[in-house]
């Protein structure tokens, strides 16, 4: 059986979670789905209350676990199903472990078994099988962006000398992306790095993992490995903190274990290293929203590498703990259902508290949820801009 769909066909831990759980309400209040006040969500603390009834009730195996019929029949309704971000906050908040976000994916996987999902991920399942990507951009203009990459270079420094591009879909067909992937592989080619890339390069597969489509995860897992073992490298790198943590950590079984970094946590360990020189002009009035995948994974959580060069660029963090902050609205794979706008407002606003003239952040699907969001917000909004951009010019 792929997924959950009924409660048998649940694992044993993740129905002992509904005992563990202690009614703190701490994974409720940290929910960006209940912040944002989307209808039908009832937070993660009652759906955990509604599987431990579930559980002492023995119910009988055609009880499925997300139904719409009744709100108190089910763990959770459809709606908060597919509303998830996956972003984490629910488990990192709890005190005694239960992870919510796993069996999400489990839910998710069962309906997309059964073809009981949102209308719109056919067409981006569809794309996906189709192209190798969720948009549906030809395959065969993937690798364009690397046609005219410097690949000459100069001697070598440690610790790493050679280093593997991993575009992600957004670098390879988005223009402002893909400048930003060939200004950074410039400065490796200037500063003495031997940059590689890949022949056929495919989405990471993040999106249909999230989304429940494990065999199209699968797909692209195992295309991916084939042709990362055909390059030798010592580090791969991507300017995406959807791939950087899906290549490090959801490719991290059957023995693999891939050296992957996220480009800002790169040029932090360069700067550390007095390789990386910080531009001479400050940027005024900038705040910086840390991606979920730079700072709120379970590897990173504790203290995210890239805090110190944030912190010596001088940027506004909105929150002191920036593990604490709200996901854009974008992971989960909501960037391609499109229901998530009351989050990415959310999160607009909280941004928008210091009155800032700039908005930083790393990831290419924080600034297009987080723009679009501010620019309704105001007739001159700030701008929205990847970091990266500024630290490389």
């Known amino acids: 059986v792929l997924?959950?769909?009924?409660?048998p066909q649940l694992s044993q831990k993740q129905c002992l979670n509904a005992y563990a759980c202690t009614q703190c309400q701490r994974c409720t209040h940290a929910c960006p789905m209940v912040g944002a006040q989307l209808k039908h969500c009832h937070g993660p603390m009652q759906s955990m209350l509604q599987l431990?009834?579930?559980c002492a009730q023995k119910s009988e195996n055609s009880v499925r676990l997300v139904a719409d019929d009744d709100p108190q029949n089910g763990m959770m309704q459809t709606d908060e199903l597919w509303n998830c971000t996956q972003c984490g906050a629910c488990d990192r908040a709890c005190p005694v472990g239960i992870e919510h976000t796993v069996r999400i994916v489990d839910l998710r996987r069962a309906a997309v078994c059964r073809e009981q999902m949102p209308a719109k991920l056919h067409t981006v399942f569809a794309a996906q099988e189709r192209a190798g990507n969720p948009w549906g951009y030809p395959k065969a203009k993937r690798m364009d962006w690397a046609k005219n990459m410097t690949t000459d270079h100069?001697?070598?420094q440690p610790p790493h000398t050679k280093v593997l591009l991993f575009a992600g879909c957004q670098a390879a067909y988005d223009p402002a992306a893909t400048a930003l992937l060939?200004?950074?592989?410039?400065?490796?080619?200037?500063?003495?790095?031997?940059?590689?890339?890949l022949q056929q390069e495919m989405c990471c597969g993040e999106p249909m993992r999230k989304l429940g489509h494990e065999t199209a995860f699968a797909a692209c897992k195992k295309h991916n490995l084939?042709?990362?073992?055909?390059?030798?490298?010592?580090?791969i790198l991507t300017t995406c903190p959807h791939c950087a943590q899906t290549l490090k950590h959801e490719y991290a079984d059957d023995h693999t274990q891939l050296h992957v970094m996220h480009a800002l946590e790169f040029l932090s360990e360069q700067w550390v290293a007095q390789n990386l020189q910080l531009p001479d002009s400050k940027l005024k009035k900038a705040v910086f929203h840390m991606p979920c995948g730079l700072g709120k994974q379970p590897a990173e959580c504790q203290n995210p590498n890239v805090l110190p060069l944030i912190q010596a660029l001088g940027l506004t963090l909105p929150e002191q703990d920036v593990t604490q902050a709200h996901c854009c609205g974008a992971g989960g794979g909501q960037f391609f259902l499109e229901t998530s706008k009351p989050m990415a407002n959310q999160r607009a606003d909280e941004l928008l508290q210091s009155n800032p003239e700039t908005i930083l952040t790393a990831c290419p699907f924080c600034i297009q949820m987080i723009s679009d969001a501010v620019s309704t917000k105001s007739e001159t909004p700030p701008k929205t801009q990847n970091i990266l951009e500024w630290l490389l010019k």
């Not at 060939?182 to 890339?197: C, D, I, P, R």
């Open 154 to 156: 100069g001697m070598p």
């Open 182 to 197: 060939q200004k950074l592989a410039n400065w490796l080619t200037e500063h003495g790095f031997a940059v590689h890339t």
């Open 52 to 54: 431990r009834q579930l």
């Open 3 to 7: 997924g959950a769909e009924i409660l």
């Open 226 to 235: 084939e042709q990362i073992a055909q390059v030798p490298h010592d580090i």
